[in-house]
């Protein structure tokens, strides 16, 4: 697909949102992401996600965030207890000791959205996201 001397206009600064808009830059397309908030620091963005080695990581990867990911992960967030109906802990990993890089991680580190929205939007060209009346910077 070429997309080269193309306007593509992108519909919410979510995750997924803004994962488009860095992917799509990074093959050298003209982007815009429209997004109902006035600026980035408009509302609360919800609880922590987890990002799967299959899906949030590969993602990650694509758009060369890494790097930018793992100074914000939230070591440990991924830990789990499993109890019974008597509250008795059937399963914990809360015993095994945080990697110190993301190559020896758990499987699902957590990031909390807006840091994760800060990582995108400062990944982004100038004037990409544009808010129902300013533009995001």
Same mark, same amino acid.
Do not use: C, W
């Given at each position: 697909? &070429?997309?080269?001397?193309?306007?593509?206009?992108?519909? @919410?600064?979510?995750?997924?949102?803004?994962? &488009?808009?860095?992917?799509?830059?990074?093959? @050298?397309?003209?982007?815009?992401?429209?997004? =109902? +908030? &006035?600026?980035?620091?408009?509302?609360?963005?919800?609880?922590?996600? +987890?990002?799967?080695?299959?899906? @949030?990581?590969?993602?990650?990867?694509?758009?060369? &965030?890494?790097?930018?990911?793992?100074?914000?992960? =939230?070591? @440990?967030?991924?830990?789990?207890?499993?109890?019974?109906?008597?509250?008795?802990?059937?399963?914990? +990993?809360?015993?095994?000791?945080?990697?110190? +890089?993301?190559?020896?991680?758990?499987?699902?580190?957590?990031?909390?959205?807006?840091?994760?929205?800060?990582?995108?939007?400062?990944?982004?060209?100038?004037?990409?996201?544009?808010?129902?009346?300013?533009?995001?910077?």
């Amino acid at each position: 697909m &070429l997309i080269s001397n193309k306007q593509i206009a992108i519909v @919410g600064g979510g995750p997924g949102g803004l994962t &488009l808009a860095q992917l799509l830059q990074l093959k @050298g397309a003209n982007v815009k992401v429209y997004e =109902r +908030d &006035l600026n980035k620091d408009a509302r609360v963005q919800g609880s922590p996600l +987890d990002m799967h080695e299959e899906s @949030g990581m590969v993602a990650l990867r694509k758009a060369n &965030l890494v790097a930018e990911f793992e100074k914000n992960v =939230r070591v @440990g967030a991924d830990k789990k207890i499993i109890v019974n109906e008597h509250a008795e802990i059937i399963f914990s +990993d809360h015993s095994n000791n945080p990697a110190e +890089d993301l190559a020896n991680a758990p499987i699902r580190p957590e990031i909390d959205r807006g840091m994760l929205r800060k990582v995108f939007l400062q990944s982004l060209q100038p004037e990409t996201v544009v808010g129902t009346v300013i533009l995001f910077r």
